[in-house]
């Protein structure tokens, strides 16, 4: 465990504690509050040694920093996924349209916001393999 991070990694655990006390408190299903702490703690010990981000010593606290580099890739993995999400809204439409419905299901939204999140995701684990 590299020195610097230590304020980082003791800020992360006080939030996975809280998060844990709001879900004791909200009387969750022990399954998704072990999910949640598991995947949180995960995610905190990759985030700074998965090249996304700078560390900056200077903020003891919370020392994860975007470069150029990974604004220019979240910037351009978002272009992405908002014209995929416009294209399938845009074909829902005309689809619902041309069939004479006058509402769409909210399942079909969903899924089709679901599939902006991926492929968001997607483009941007293939942008950072890219630069």
């Known amino acids: 465990m590299r020195r610097e991070l230590y304020g980082y990694y003791v ?22 509050v072990l999910f949640g702490v598991v995947f949180m703690i995960v995610l905190y010990l990759w985030l700074p040694h998965s090249g996304r981000y700078v560390i900056r010593t200077d903020k003891p606290l919370s020392p994860l ?9 979240s910037l351009q993995a978002a272009a992405y996924a908002f014209a995929i999400l416009v294209i399938l809204l845009a074909a829902v439409v005309i689809w619902s349209g041309l069939r004479g419905q006058g509402m769409i299901s909210i399942e079909l939204v969903s899924t089709i916001m679901a599939i902006g999140l991926i ?7 293939w942008l950072h393999r890219k630069t």
Not at 11 to 32: C, D, F, V
Not at 65 to 73: G, K, L, Q, T
Not at 119 to 125: H, M
């Open 11 to 32: 800020t992360r655990g006080l939030l996975i504690l809280a998060w844990l006390g709001l879900m004791i408190l909200l009387k969750a299903h022990w399954e998704i």
């Open 65 to 73: 920093a975007s470069d150029e580099r990974e604004r220019m890739v």
């Open 119 to 125: 492929t968001q995701f997607i483009a941007s684990l």
